[in-house]
């Protein structure tokens, strides 16, 4: 099945948008789970039991495993491993690079670790985005306008009279098809995101940001206008209790997230 | 002792600014060796001894031991591992995302694999770049103006009358001390190269795209006009014999460019 039709299912199935994030931090692990890798695994697969129904999707960010370097990686392949089948997977990795090494960045996410979906970064251009596209069955997520402050810096500057951020829109767009390309545009810009929505109504969006990055969620939702998007709580919902309720509190606040997303 | 003296010696040492990029691929391991990890790590450690002579740092590519997924990273390890003590090592990743997750991906570069300085994307912006600098001992590349065709999409385009790459520069220079901040030009950009040089002549610049990407070395040369620079060749080092001879072949071309990197 494509990434895309999955994606649809499991939104469908699910009736939600929750993208869960899974930011493995040994130093926060709860009460009651070993502060090792052994320990975030078994964490990790709580969590996922616990949000499943509530989630069409799970973020897993690549860098919180590889600070543990190789056997982080070997716990993130495990993680990958006890998400149910029909759960949409996005790769959080923002690679990107010239041409042959985007290949194997592409390798790794889609054929080692079997991710639906990878999140690139634009910076070095179409052949640095396009070997991803060459999966026809997996989706890309290419950086539009992110949620940090720094996506001030650069992706606000304007060139022929619009921002960075639109350009790598209106160009990545071009490099495949609708079902294919997804963009990344952070919670905390409900304006932008109201004209992005204008310029691409059908294309997924991932929106990172609400919860502890602070993003407003009624503002996110009417920008967002219906459209083809999946909002990520990462911290706000896997680390909403320190005890060793921590999987029951974590299941609530993904339903808790689940309705407001649906404005139920 | 901080990164940036480790790779001033390593220049005076070696008498060289070759930089040599340890770009794994199993299906180009040449006669003799065999085509798995095993036969691959047994490449890297032949090739880096080769080459020492002639090299004063080593890059390694993560693209190409993600492809390789777990036990890829652990020949990437064990890869750095091999490569002389006071030789300069490059984490070439490309990372980049919000400050607590740059955080993560510096202590892997770091802390796990033991790396003198990384390759950073700035699409995000300051705090995506920062953390990596709050390792005051270490060195970041940012990627200004990268060797591949696709740098012509986004880091050309000119908003208040100069190209994003220069405000990359101008505003990432302004993140850390000179001795900690460095910078990405692709070889195939001498015209270019000779206006960053000018802007920035103190900066360490790491330049790939010599050798399969056709970077032309005399112009190359000429535009950096003998400011802080390291050169990197990947495949037409390591892979110029698919023979059994291939070390000697390969220690022949790192010295063929190390002495047409110094002019000599």
């Known amino acids: ?86 759960k949409f997977i996005i790769a959080d990795a923002k690679r990107g690079d010239i041409g042959n090494t985007s290949k194997a960045y592409a390798k790794s996410a889609f054929d080692f670790f079997n991710a639906d979906s990878i999140t690139v970064s634009p910076y070095m251009g179409s052949d640095s985005i396009i070997p991803f596209l060459e999966y026809k069955d997996k989706m890309v997520f290419i950086l539009a306008l992110t949620s940090n402050p720094g996506s001030a810096d650069f992706q606000r500057l304007v060139s022929d009279g619009e921002p960075l951020y639109k350009h790598v829109i209106k160009k990545s767009i071009s490099f495949g098809s609708t079902d294919s390309i997804g963009f990344v545009v952070g919670a905390t810009h409900p304006e932008e995101l109201e004209d992005i929505r204008q310029m691409i109504p059908e294309n997924y969006l991932l929106i990172p940001g609400v919860g502890t990055q602070g993003g407003d969620i009624e503002a996110i939702i009417k920008a967002n206008n219906n459209c083809p998007a999946i909002i990520n709580v990462s911290r706000d919902v896997i680390y909403s209790s320190s005890g060793e309720n921590y999987a029951e509190k974590a299941s609530e606040k993904a339903e808790f997230y689940k309705k407001r997303f649906s404005n139920e």
């Not at 493995?24 to 009651?32: E, M, N, T, V």
């Open 1 to 86: 099945m494509k990434s895309y039709d999955k994606l649809n299912n499991s939104i469908e199935k699910s009736g939600s948008i929750l993208c869960v994030g899974l930011d493995a931090d040994i130093d926060k692990l709860p009460l009651g789970v070993e502060r090792n890798l052994e320990g975030l695994l078994s964490f990790n697969r709580e969590i996922i039991s616990a949000c499943a129904i509530s989630a069409s999707s799970f973020k897993i960010n690549f860098a919180f495993y590889e600070q543990y370097g190789v056997n982080g990686f070997d716990v993130l392949l495990k993680t990958i491993e006890e998400i149910p089948k029909d």
